[in-house]
């Protein structure tokens, strides 16, 4: 297990390697553009909301809990701004994910990196990768609303960092994952039982994405690191089974 996991931190430092080789540098703009304003968007909201919520949902006879809460709040806060944030640059970046997929994937396989076909492949793309993202949006929206409820319920939130680190580790494999096999025709039903298959390696992999996220500067890369080291998972790993 322990072996696992450390080869899907492996794989985020593959994907560090990857986008900085040359023929796939190109490809990391648009991916990385998109994700760099949208977190500095989630951060401005997170710290603007953080004040607001803490005083709208702890009510004065409970203040004196402040301390106590504060944390709680701050966690959850973050982690449903940066979530929401996560999954709309998702869906922005979806189309030009799934190009640098395609070009990292070429390299893993020794082949020539394929050139772009340019703005007539974006409908191609659109269509191919979005139908998978509302698929991954239902199931993640299950067990956000899941894990939502066991952060509010007294006692048992205790636990709730820990179910939130999980959550944010698989939710971030299957997130990145989506973007090679889809350029395999594979879409959400048939990616989840290879990646549970592999599943101590994919939060290995996510979980390592998650640290990323809370580092600043690191966090704009996420995105076309996720990218780029879960094509290397599928290559190495994913696509054998």
Known sequence: MITDIFKGFGYVFSGFSLITQRGIRPFVVVPLLINILLFAGGVWLAKSQLDYWMTRLLPDWLSWLEWLLWPIFALLIFFVVFYAFSILANLIAAPFNAVLAERVEARLNGLPIPAFEGYKSIPRLLARTFKSEF???????????????????????????????????????????????????????????????????????????????????????????????????????????
């Open 135 to 241: 698929s991954k949006l239902w199931y993640m929206a299950k067990w956000f609303l899941l894990v939502l409820i066991l952060t509010l319920i007294p006692g048992i939130n205790l636990i709730a960092p820990l179910a939130w680190t999980l959550f944010g580790a698989w939710m971030l494999t299957i997130e990145y994952a989506d973007y090679p096999m889809g350029n395999h025709n594979l879409f959400f039903n048939d990616e989840l039982p290879l990646l549970k298959r592999h599943r101590n390696t994919a939060l290995g992999f996510g979980w390592l994405l998650s640290l990323m996220t809370a580092i600043p500067g690191l966090n704009f890369l996420v995105m076309p690191v996720g990218v780029a080291g879960a094509t290397a998972l599928w290559v190495d790993r994913l696509s054998k089974s």
